[in-house]
T-cell receptor
Framework: EPEVTQTPSHQVTQMGQEVILRCVPI?????FYWYRQILGQKVEFLVS????????KSEIFDDQFSVERPDGSNFTLKIRSTKLEDSAMYFC?????????????????FGAGSRLTVL | AQKVTQAQTEISVVEKEDVTLDCVYE???????LFWYKQPPSGELVFLIR??????QNEISGRYSWNFQKSTSSFNFTITASQVVDSAVYFC????????????FGKGTRLSVIA
C-alpha cells in the first residue's frame, strides 16, 4: 500500500536553530499538507500546498515557517528559528486531486510523523 | 467556520464490551466530508473512514460501524466487542466542500480497552 514517508522520525534541537522536516508524499497525489500535534493535544492544520504554491495556511504558520517542494518527490517544512513551543509531532499528508469522485478523493494519507523536541 | 467536538476525552472499557465514540460537527457548507482517524500508541494517524454529506447510510466494517445523522450533525463511531488492540486515540475530522480546504480535527477521544 502506498504510504507517506517522513524523516527524521525524531529530532532534538536547540532553541533558535533551523530545522527542516522532510516528507515524501504518495507519488500520484497532488495536494500536500503539514499538520502538527503538540503532545496530548489535537491535530492542527499548518499549511496546504498545491501546484507549487501555498493554497491555505493557518495562523500558526507564521514567518518562521516555510514549505518547499524542491524536487518531484520531496515536500519540506522549514522552521527558521525554533522556539520551545514548536516542540510537537509534525505530520505530513497528501491527497489526490480534488473532485475526481473516486474513493481516494479528499482522503488525507498521513505519514508517521516527525517528533521535534526544542530544548 | 468548521468545528468538530468530541466531548469524550477518555473512555475505558473492558475487553469485549461495545463502545461508542461521539462526534458532533459544525459547518455551513452543504457539501462536506467526515472522517475518523485512529492514532495508536506508536503515533501515526491511520485513516478509518470517509463519509460525504450526501450519503447518510450507516456503514459497517467488521467490528466498526458508523452512524451519520445530519439532523443532529453527528457522526458517531461504534466498536463492537472491543479488543486491547483498539486502544488508541480516535479523531473525528471534517473537510468542507471543494477546493483545498483544511481538514479540521476534533480533540480526540482516548480509548483504553482493558483485558
Amino acid at each position: 500500500e502506498p504510504e507517506v514517508t517522513q524523516t527524521p522520525s525524531h529530532q532534538v534541537t536547540q532553541m533558535g536553530q533551523e530545522v527542516i522536516l522532510r516528507c515524501v508524499p504518495i507519488s500520484n497525489h497532488l495536494y500536500f499538507y503539514w499538520y502538527r500535534q503538540i503532545l496530548g493535544q489535537k491535530v492542527e492544520f499548518l499549511v496546504s500546498f498545491y501546484n507549487n504554491e501555498i493554497s491555505e495556511k493557518s495562523e500558526i504558520f507564521d514567518d518562521q515557517f516555510s514549505v518547499e517542494r524542491p524536487d518531484g518527490s520531496n515536500f519540506t517544512l522549514k522552521i527558521r528559528s525554533t522556539k520551545l513551543e514548536d516542540s510537537a509531532m509534525y505530520f505530513c499528508a497528501s491527497s489526490e486531486l480534488e473532485g475526481t469522485g473516486g474513493s481516494g478523493a479528499n482522503v488525507l494519507t498521513f505519514g508517521a510523523g516527525s517528533r521535534l523536541t526544542v530544548l | 467556520a468548521q468545528k468538530v467536538t468530541q466531548a469524550q476525552t477518555e473512555i475505558s472499557v473492558v475487553e469485549k464490551e461495545d463502545v461508542t465514540l461521539d462526534c458532533v460537527y459544525e459547518t455551513r457548507d452543504t457539501t462536506y466530508y467526515l472522517f475518523w482517524y485512529k492514532q495508536p500508541p506508536s503515533g501515526e494517524l491511520v485513516f478509518l473512514i470517509r463519509r460525504n454529506s450526501f450519503d447518510e447510510q450507516n456503514e459497517i466494517s467488521g467490528r466498526y460501524s458508523w452512524n451519520f445523522q445530519k439532523s443532529t450533525s453527528s457522526f458517531n463511531f461504534t466498536i463492537t466487542a472491543s479488543q486491547v488492540v483498539d486502544s488508541a486515540v480516535y479523531f473525528c475530522a471534517l473537510k468542507s466542500g471543494s477546493g483545498n480546504t483544511p481538514l479540521v480535527f476534533g480533540k480526540g477521544t482516548r480509548l483504553s480497552v482493558i483485558a
